[in-house]
């Protein structure tokens, strides 16, 4: 499970760096989604146990012993729900953006400064 | 009591339920919405009544679980207080953004519910991941509504928004997962009992993550650059809602988690919370933009609430410590009235420059608002700032944090230079545009107005509790009534305020004792004379009858206090007062400003010094424990001195006084001249009667002071005599005056005081004489140019032998009461051999004839211009008073045993040895001899003398006319070129060459020009790119990971 | 100190006797003005037949009440200074009405007059009174340094700052005069006294009275009388000041006419040698000169 959470630290990683060097808005959002990605797949692979199977309570697994810890799984399907609410909105705004200057390109919204 | 699950189920039940509401129309909608924030208000403030009341803490859990087996929420009387504030801002916010909610479609009252559900979800919430969702929610419908104006500045400022707290909460997921990893828990509280630093580097540094998501929330210098973006572009409601509501839910976060912070992590929030108050305020100086200036404001006062925390929990209170609620509830509460006041303010005034906000004058209760959100930001008194910043110091104080302090003060004081600059801006500025003003904006800023006043009356009443500052409650409350009465004419105010306030003096004067007695006399009966003035102005004259009360409740209260909070409130309310008194004169505004801030920072600096005093003397407020000072008497004795000596205006810390009593209304100028000025003296007087000897290494400090006053005196009166202003001209004497009074207080003997007091006492006489004589002039003549006047004599000669005597008495010329100050000049350096200083004392008093000549010339004798020849003597309302102040002058000349006598009494409680020796009228020290009684009669007999042979020789002189006098062979009938009034010492000014140079103005102009110079550099950092601001966000985290890590 | 009312008679007695003093004083000076000058110059007695001259004018006009005033100030201010000194060592009598005040008194009264005289001639509204009482209040207050540093001087030196004390305590011979107890305070007195007394180099506040225009223009005929009077008697009482506190004082009218002669013939004889100052040069000369020589005279008085 050690490769899901370099995976997850990788993933951060490269989304911040694409929030900061992209100058397009679109692909700055992106950024920030595989960020937020990334970061998810730390969550899961914190709550991993090894040899243990998913938190799901059927006749498969017998007791509680045999599943991993069922908390990271649920807070990041929360998590993910948040992700989605966050870019959904950062992408509207994106659009606003667009109609508002017809431009993407980040550096045409400094209007406000110092 | 109601369930506060209630809160949650209603904000989220009619959120939803209020599109279909819409169906219905917008007037229910509109009803169910407020309800919906009403109940939400009415449920958090029931609990706060309850639970202060002693209700037990409730505790909500999840399906029934105990924690950690379920998310749990908590109503607790912290969460109450910040519920209800929240929830009240809700409405108000609610009321001031009816119109946007009315003209937009539902969604954006949803969405302002949401908002308020999240926050108090934030609020409530004991659980690390519910927060996190909390926080997302209220984050998500915040930068909704941000942009709910849906042009290009609020949307883009919104993106940033986004993206910032898209960030921080990426940050505070990661963190809390991480502390889930190593604690297996999600409850605040037992996470905090299952930490265990020790266990490795990367428990740290979860925390620090966590911590760091948190303060980002919080914007941080210089990681805020899209926070100020959203204060300068969104609606001023929705702004109003962030920089009060969202920061009050986020701060109280902070609260919840600092119980996971260790020693390090608790330095590096304070730390950084310090940083952000100073740096925010600097780099506000330059702002020019209202919004974007509150926005600085706002940073600043949400990083001083937790660095105060902060400093609290390192400082060994408890999160639930009363001084803790009381300090950082001050703070809240201060900033979150003020903050939404202002924001709310900033939307109705609809103008983006903060010095285009005049129009506020067009309604006295938004100015007053605006007035006092101003004042509670810049920390006075009565307002909540102030008691908790007073309480801050102290027990800052008391654990020796003095650095923290340093940077707190520095950073208030770079507060008031921009918050004075606007509101005086905003007082002054001519000619404004009327706003037009709507219940509905107005309503909650009123709201607020009151709120803030009655929890300054609140937390006073709590930090004062035991000492009996009622001594101010009266006065204070009359204050208010005037303000209630402003409505009525100057008559029946001028009246009122005489009558009360010697009823007040009668009530009082009995009460002191000692040195107290003579300022008694000075501060209290010379205020009721020059109340007498105040007759000849008509109409309402708005402001100005509370505001001087206030001035005189805070000398008075300076007689009365017993401890250093009472004096030191008593010294802000008397600086605040005369502060408003000064800002009436027509150019007043940049002087008065002045004024301020030389005020505030000697107040700082003198807060210190309490602050000192209270961490040596075993935490004790009482003023008497001056005299029993264990240890670092020198930086107290110092400190308090440098506060004193800016409100006597000693040389280097002057430069306010010109402007500012040459500035002021015509019976102001006297107020603060003649009577003001001697506060600084009173404080000397407490402070150095307490400590009779102080040094600091080898430098002996009286001896310094006594250098000091004596330039002061020199150069004082050397700056006078360059005056073409008549006012100035008295002003910079008062300068040279006060120098006087600081050198006898420095010889630190019976005569050097006996001749403090008679300066002060003389001064209070002549000064306060002369500015209404001059006054009077002015006001008849209407400038204040000397060479613009001339020949005065005859249209008004009571006012000549006022400025007579006056100038008299001034220059110390026998028989009048002056010389008695100059006699025993001489004596007390004598006595103290301090021979050099007193030369330079007696010369530099010899330049004052320069002055007092050209006064008395230049505007009384002389060629008449032909625009004044109708000019009438000055109204009775300011002779009346001239003419007592003569009389007094009189008495005490011919008699000055009746005063010097008991003052001598007095002193000799501190200094026994050395006084005068007084047989009949002569008084007589080891060197010489004086007797005030027969110099006026051998005087007055020769003057008698040669006036009878002059006029029984010369008794047929004939009167001529203004132009018969023999210039260049015919009569000048121009009285403007034959008048030699403009630059009368030119060429004392060439033969003295640089000692007449302004160094001093220069010495503080570019200290000025540095401060405002750097702040417009670094906030360059902000250049408006998003991009630019997420990497300010990653920088910030990395350079305070290895600082905290390190540290 | 009790006041008696024949002190009064007494005052004006030695009042009389210093204003013919100054009237000769006065004519001899300015026939040795004029000798140095290769002229023949007046008769030592003009001063008086000018001052019965000018009283017995009656064609006068007024500016005004300050106007008339103006010269009954000044010569109160010059007669103050001189009743307010001592003059015969001893003498209960001639002690005129120094129980009044010590020499902070006398130093303070010299004001009176220089006060009273610029308002007065203020009121006359001539442009000229206006630049000489400029110039003149300019150049006392820069003159006064070494002035105001010597009696500090003396005052350290005898511990007393009573003109009757400081005159006991030279008593008993020359040698216990200031003149060689203090040599240094002295000097300054004397340089002091140079500027006390308006003459070259530092009369140039007098140069609009040459200019025959300005106060004495307008102040003529018993004004004028009043102000000459004034003029014999305010620089008499001045020199009996410093006769007293730098060289004895004395203890009968003979010897104090003596000094009073000899010392007035100091600022004559500088007066006749010396070009005049323009006033800026005047100020910073007494802040050049004057001023580190007061210091010096000062510290070395307090530390030797």
Same mark, same amino acid.
């Given at each position: ?114 | ?123 409530? &919430? ?9 926080? *997302? ?42 502390? $889930? ?41 210089? #990681?805020?650059?899209? #926070? ?55 780099? #506000? ?108 110091? !102290? ?78 409650? %009266? ?8 303000? /209630? ?10 009246? %009122? ?31 009721? %004379?020059?109340? =007498? ?16 009360? !206030? ?17 030191? &409130?008593?010294?802000?309310? /008397? ?46 407020? *009482?003023?008497?424990?001056? #005299?029993?000072?264990?240890? !670092? ?47 600084? /003296? ?174 008395? $010339? ?89 006036? =009878? ?99 | ?57 009656? @064609?006068?006009?007024? +500016? ?61 509204? +001539? ?29 350290? +030196? ?61 102040? +003529?005929? @018993? ?82």
């Amino acid at each position: 499970m050690l490769i899901i959470t370099v995976l997850g630290i990788i993933l951060v990683v490269l989304g911040l760096w694409g929030m900061l060097t992209q100058k397009n808005i679109i692909k700055i959002i992106i950024g920030f989604s595989i960020m937020d990605t990334g970061t998810h797949l730390l969550i899961v692979s914190i709550g991993y146990i090894k040899d243990r199977t998913a938190p799901i309570m059927d006749k498969a697994v017998g007791n509680a012993s045999q599943v991993i810890d069922p908390v990271p799984s649920a807070l990041v399907l929360t998590a993910i729900v948040i992700g989605l609410a966050v870019t959904a909105l950062m992408l509207t705004y994106a659009i606003k953006l667009f109609e508002i200057r017809k431009s993407l390109d980040i550096n045409d919204f400094k209007e406000l400064k110092w | 009591m109601v369930n506060p699950i209630y809160i949650f189920i209603i904000a989220l039940g009619v959120g939803f339920l209020l599109s279909l509401f819409e169906k219905a129309g917008k007037i229910l909608t509109m009803t169910v919405f407020y309800s919906a924030l009403a109940i939400m208000t009415f449920i958090s403030g029931q609990w706060l009544i309850a639970l202060i009341r002693g209700t037990e803490i409730m505790t909500l859990t999840t399906a029934g679980f105990p924690p950690p087996f379920s998310i749990n929420l908590r109503m607790g009387l912290e969460e109450a207080f910040f519920t209800f504030f929240i929830n009240s801002l809700g409405i108000l916010a609610g009321i001031f953004l009816a119109p946007k909610f009315r003209s937009e479609k539902v969604y954006g009252m949803v969405l302002y519910l949401m908002m308020f559900m999240g926050m108090n979800g934030l609020v409530m &919430t004991r659980d690390m991941f519910n927060l996190f969702v909390f926080m *997302e929610i209220t984050s998500v419908a915040t930068v909704s509504l941000i942009a709910i104006d849906r042009n290009l500045k609020s949307v883009s400022a919104g993106f940033k928004y986004v993206i910032a707290s898209g960030l921080a909460s990426t940050f505070f997921l990661l963190g809390t997962i991480f502390l $889930y990893r190593f604690t297996g828990l999600l409850n605040i509280e037992m996470m905090a009992e299952a930490l265990n630093y020790a266990s490795g580097q990367a428990v740290f540094l979860s925390v620090f993550i966590l911590l760091i998501s948190i303060i980002i929330e919080l914007k941080p210098f210089p #990681a805020n650059g899209w #926070a100020l973006d959203v204060y300068e572009a969104a609606d001023c409601g929705v702004v109003s809602v962030i920089a009060a509501g969202v920061s009050a839910a986020m701060l109280y976060v902070f609260i919840k988690i600092s119980a996971l912070l260790n020693q390090n992590l608790m330095i590096t929030a304070a730390g950084i919370g310090t940083v952000t108050f100073l740096f925010s305020n600097l780099l #506000a100086l330059k702002q020019d933009n209202a919004r974007r200036l509150l926005g600085y404001s706002s940073i600043g006062q949400i990083g001083l609430i937790y660095s105060a925390f902060s400093f609290f929990r390192l400082a060994g209170f408890t999160p639930g410590d009363q001084t803790v609620l009381l300090v950082v509830g001050g703070l809240f509460v201060n900033h979150f009235f003020a903050k939404a006041g202002l924001f709310w303010l900033a939307g109705i005034v609809k103008k983006d420059k903060s010095d285009e906000w005049a129009g506020l004058r067009s309604s006295p209760l938004l100015l007053f608002a605006f007035a006092v959100f101003i004042l509670a930001l810049a920390g006075l008194p009565p307002f909540p700032g102030f008691f908790a910043k007073w309480q801050l110091v !102290m027990v800052l104080s008391a654990k020796g944090m003095f650095p923290a302090i340093g940077f707190i003060l520095l950073g208030s004081f770079l507060e008031a230079i921009y918050l004075f600059r606007w509101l005086g801006k905003v007082l002054k500025t001519d000619p404004f545009e009327p706003i037009k003003i709507k219940p509905w904006e107005a309503f909650p800023v009123a709201v607020y107005l009151l709120a803030i006043i009655l929890t300054g009356g609140f937390l006073s009443g709590i930090i004062n509790q035991g000492s009996s500052l009622s001594v101010l409650y %009266l006065p204070v409350l009359f204050v208010i009534v005037l303000f /209630m009465l402003d409505f009525l004419p100057v008559l029946v105010k001028n009246s %009122l305020v005489i009558v009360v306030f010697s009823y007040y003096t009668f009530r009082i004067m009995p009460q002191l004792s000692g040195y107290r007695i003579m300022f008694g006399i000075i501060f209290l009966l010379g205020g009721i %004379l020059l109340f =007498i003035p105040g007759y000849i102005k008509k109409g309402r004259r708005l402001g100005f009858y509370p505001l001087a009360v !206030m001035m005189y409740v805070g000398l008075a209260g300076l007689l009365l206090s017993e401890n250093t909070l009472q004096f030191f &409130t008593s010294w802000e309310l /008397m600086t605040l007062g005369s502060y408003f008194l000064i800002i009436r004169g027509k150019k007043s505004e940049p002087h008065a400003l002045s004024y301020m801030l030389f005020s505030m920072g000697g107040a700082f600096v003198m807060l210190l010094g309490f602050g000192v005093l209270y961490h040596v003397n075993g935490h004790l407020l *009482e003023l008497a424990t001056l #005299a029993r000072i264990p240890d !670092m008497t020198g930086i107290i004795y110092s400190l308090l001195t440098l506060g004193f000596l800016t409100k006597m205006a000693s040389i280097g810390l002057h430069i306010w006084l010109p402007g500012a009593h040459g500035e002021a209304e015509t019976d102001v100028s006297p107020m603060v001249s003649a009577i003001l000025l001697k506060a600084g /003296m009173f404080g000397m007087v407490v402070l150095m009667s307490a400590i009779p000897a102080v040094k600091i290494g080898f430098i002996d400090i009286p001896y310094v002071l006594g250098w000091l006053g004596a330039i002061t005196i020199f150069l004082g009166n050397l700056l006078a005599i360059y005056q073409e202003d008549a006012k100035r001209l008295l002003a910079y004497s008062s300068v040279g005056n006060l120098g006087y009074v600081l050198f006898g207080l420095a010889l630190m003997s019976h005569l050097g005081w006996l001749t403090s007091i008679t300066y002060a006492l003389n001064h209070f006489l002549f000064k306060a004489m002369l500015f209404l004589a001059i006054g009077g002039v002015v006001y008849r003549v209407g400038t204040k140019n000397m060479y613009e006047m001339g020949g005065l004599i005859k249209n008004m000669p009571i006012s000549f032998i006022s400025v007579l005597i006056g100038i008299i008495a001034l220059s110390g010329v026998p028989p009048l009461s002056g010389f008695a100050g100059k006699w025993l000049t001489y004596n007390a350096i004598l006595q103290k051999g301090w021979y050099l200083q007193g030369a330079v004392v007696i010369i530099g008093g010899l330049i004052a004839f320069l002055y007092c000549f050209r006064l008395i $010339y230049a505007v009384f004798l002389g060629q008449i211009k032909d625009r004044n020849r109708q000019v009438k003597e000055a109204p009775l309302a300011l002779l009346i008073p001239q003419v007592i102040l003569m009389i007094a002058i009189m008495v005490f000349s011919v008699l000055p045993g009746a005063v010097l006598r008991p003052v001598g009494k007095f002193l000799e409680n501190i200094f026994p040895a050395g006084g005068l020796n007084w047989q009949a009228g002569t008084a007589f020290t080891e060197y010489g001899y004086w007797n005030g009684y027969w110099i006026m009669m051998v005087t007055g007999g020769m003057f008698m003398m040669v006036l =009878i042979w002059l006029l029984f020789i010369d008794r047929k002189a004939q009167k001529v006319k203004q132009f018969n006098i023999v210039y260049a062979a015919e009569r000048p009938f121009r009285p403007e070129t034959t008048h030699v009034g403009y630059n009368f010492f030119a060429h004392y000014r060439k033969a003295l060459g640089s000692l007449s140079r302004p160094y001093v103005t220069k010495f503080w102009d570019t200290l000025t020009d540095i401060t405002h110079s750097s702040a417009d550099f670094i906030r360059k950092l902000y250049n408006g790119n998003g991009q630019t601001y997420i990497f300010h966000i990653l920088l910030f985290v990395v350079v305070v990971y290895f600082i905290s890590f390190g540290g | 100190m009790d006041f008696k009312p024949i002190q009064i008679l007494y005052a004006l007695w030695s009042f009389s006797i210093i204003l013919n003093i100054g009237l000769v004083l006065q004519g001899i000076v300015r026939k040795i003005g004029a000798r140095v000058g290769r002229r023949y110059g007046i008769r030592f007695y003009q001063p008086y037949i000018d001052i019965v001259k000018n009283y017995s004018l009656r @064609s006068s006009i007024t +500016h005004g009440v300050m106007f008339y005033l103006g010269p009954v100030f000044r010569l109160t201010g010059g007669m103050g200074v001189y009743f307010f000194t001592p003059i015969i060592y001893g003498s209960v009598y001639f002690g005129n009405f120094s129980f009044a005040g010590d020499i902070v008194l006398v130093l303070y009264f010299i004001f009176f007059g220089s006060l009273g005289m610029a308002l007065g001639a203020g009121e006359g509204g +001539h442009p000229y009174s206006a630049i000489g009482v400029g110039r003149g209040l300019a150049q006392v207050t820069a003159a006064e340094i070494p002035l105001v540093m010597a009696i500090i001087g003396v005052a350290m +030196h005898y511990e007393s700052l009573s003109v009757t004390e400081i005159v006991a305590a030279q008593q008993g011979g020359i040698m216990n005069w200031t003149l060689m107890t203090n040599p240094l305070i002295t000097i300054l007195g004397l340089i002091a006294f140079l500027g006390a007394m308006m003459r070259s180099p530092f009369d140039v506040v007098l140069a609009p009275q040459e200019i025959p225009i300005g106060p004495p223009t307008e102040y +003529h005929s @018993s004004f004028l009388g009043v102000m000459q009077t004034n003029r014999s008697v305010f620089p008499m009482a001045k020199t009996v000041l410093f006769v007293n506190i730098f060289f004895g004082g004395a203890t009968n009218w003979a010897a104090m006419i003596l000094k009073i002669f000899l010392l007035y013939m100091w600022p004559v004889v500088v007066g006749v040698v010396f070009p005049r100052f323009r006033v800026d040069q005047s100020i910073r000369w007494w802040y050049k000169y004057a001023l580190p020589l007061g210091v010096v005279a000062i510290l070395v008085t307090q530390y030797f």
